[in-house]
């Protein structure tokens, strides 16, 4: 076999997916039983799906399946893009140490704790934070903005763009160094303005890149991280910042409902994998890239 190392080195990859990916998804029948830490799994009572037609009329479902579809929106109106833009920019520098300046500063969020990263947005939107200063010389009241539920998703966003926003443009900065420079002298010979050499041949040269990005962000499109959100809400925000994934980790840590909790996830995944393959097959239709 002439790719038997390329196979041997799949191997630690495979194993991995399969211990830690695969494996994990036995639990899932906890969803239709009402689990028992000393029954385990096969021997704990089978009541079908109690827990999601309880989920499905309980208040909070309206609620956090609203918030998790917003929040998930803004990203991907907000958020997606941002990073894509960013290459853009630093693809038109000119200057490589302005170019490099640039990437370091706008990296560095993404290798900071996320811990501290929530702790710097809570202190800077405090009532007595440098943002909340600035804020109240335009007049606003000074009160501390994570305890405003209409004020809880923009900071969300704009705290993800902030640190993210880095990290992700790399992609696309590596995308566009692939592009044959051959096109941009072409269109420069005959008389392509920089606006137009982008919009005629940098954007299309990344789009496949876009289309499989755009893909596997729709896969997980209501994944809302848990855990920024814990950090940053309070039962005050509870009505703009409680999402699937913060209700599942109350339900099932906080409160011991494990069933319950894994029925909620369990929906959440559900969803995700329709989003994934619609999304998929729109771009294989539309755009001819596609996962599969």
């Known amino acids: 076999m002439l790719n038997k190392y390329l196979y041997i080195m799949m191997i630690p990859v495979l194993v991995y997916y399969a211990i830690f990916h695969y494996a994990p998804m036995y639990g899932a029948l906890i969803a239709f039983k009402e689990y028992s830490p000393m029954k385990g799994?096969?021997?704990?009572?089978?009541?079908?799906?109690?827990?999601?037609?309880?989920?499905?009329?309980s208040y909070y479902f309206w609620r956090i399946l609203?918030?998790?579809?917003?929040?998930?929106?803004?990203?991907?109106?907000?958020?997606?893009p941002a990073p894509i833009i960013l290459a853009l920019l630093i693809n038109e520098v000119r200057s490589k140490a302005f170019k490099r300046v640039t990437q370091t500063i706008t990296y560095m969020p993404y290798f900071i704790s996320l811990v501290v990263?929530?702790?710097?947005?809570?202190?800077?939107?405090?009532?007595?934070?440098?943002?909340?200063?600035?804020?109240?010389?335009?007049?606003?009241?000074?009160?501390?903005?994570?305890?405003?539920?209409d004020l809880f998703r923009p900071i969300y966003i704009l705290s993800e763009i902030w640190q993210r926003i880095g990290w992700e443009s790399i992609i696309y900065i590596a995308?566009?160094?692939?592009?044959?420079?051959?096109?941009?002298?072409?269109?420069?010979?005959?008389?392509?303005?920089?606006?137009?050499?982008?919009?005629h041949i940098t954007l299309p040269g990344i789009l496949p890149t876009i289309a499989i990005m755009f893909i596997l962000r729709m896969g997980s499109l209501l994944n809302v991280g848990f855990e920024k959100i814990i950090l940053l809400?309070?039962?005050?925000?509870?009505?703009?910042?409680?999402?699937i994934s913060s209700f599942v980790y109350r339900k099932g840590l906080l409160e011991f409902g494990w069933s319950y909790s894994s029925?909620?996830?369990?929906?959440?995944?559900?969803?995700?994998?329709i989003l994934l393959i619609t999304a998929n097959y729109a771009s294989r239709k539309f755009n001819e890239s596609s996962l599969w």
């Open 41 to 57: 799994i096969i021997g704990s009572d089978w009541v079908g799906f109690k827990h999601f037609q309880d989920f499905f009329g």
């Open 66 to 80: 609203k918030n998790t579809i917003v929040i998930s929106l803004y990203s991907l109106i907000f958020e997606f």
């Open 117 to 149: 990263i929530c702790g710097i947005i809570t202190d800077f939107t405090n009532a007595g934070g440098l943002i909340n200063q600035l804020f109240t010389l335009l007049g606003y009241d000074g009160q501390a903005m994570l305890q405003k539920p």
């Open 175 to 199: 995308a566009l160094m692939s592009i044959d420079q051959e096109q941009y002298e072409a269109a420069r010979m005959d008389g392509a303005s920089r606006w137009k050499q982008i919009v």
């Open 233 to 243: 809400y309070n039962p005050v925000t509870y009505e703009t910042a409680d999402v």
């Open 263 to 273: 029925a909620v996830g369990l929906f959440n995944s559900v969803i995700n994998l």
